[in-house]
């Protein structure tokens, strides 16, 4: 399958083959399989989101203890992970120094 270069903007989890003022946050080589299972992971993370926002007005429920935000910090990680396996030498070199991938 041939691969095609994407923008993806992580705070706005936004996959686009155009390149607009900001959303160039990374920049990978994909195919249309693999931006697929990247859009499935964005769509968990905003789920998990989602979720947190309602649990937010639980004041009895403490933020450490809270599956949705763990659900959503796993889901980014994940979606790094794929980015980077994705992505140009510039956007590995970024992810790297971040540092988000060590364990």
Known sequence: MEKNKYYINIG???ISVNHDANNDD????ATEDEILALREVFDEIEN???????RAHIPAKPY???????????????AFRKIYELGDEMTKKH???MGILED
């Open 12 to 14: 706005t989890r936004e």
């Open 95 to 97: 992810i790297t120094e």
């Open 26 to 29: 990374f920049i990978v080589e």
């Open 48 to 54: 998990a989101d989602n979720r947190s926002f309602y």
């Open 64 to 78: 450490h203890q809270d599956e949705d935000n763990d659900d959503y910090d796993y889901g980014m990680r994940v």
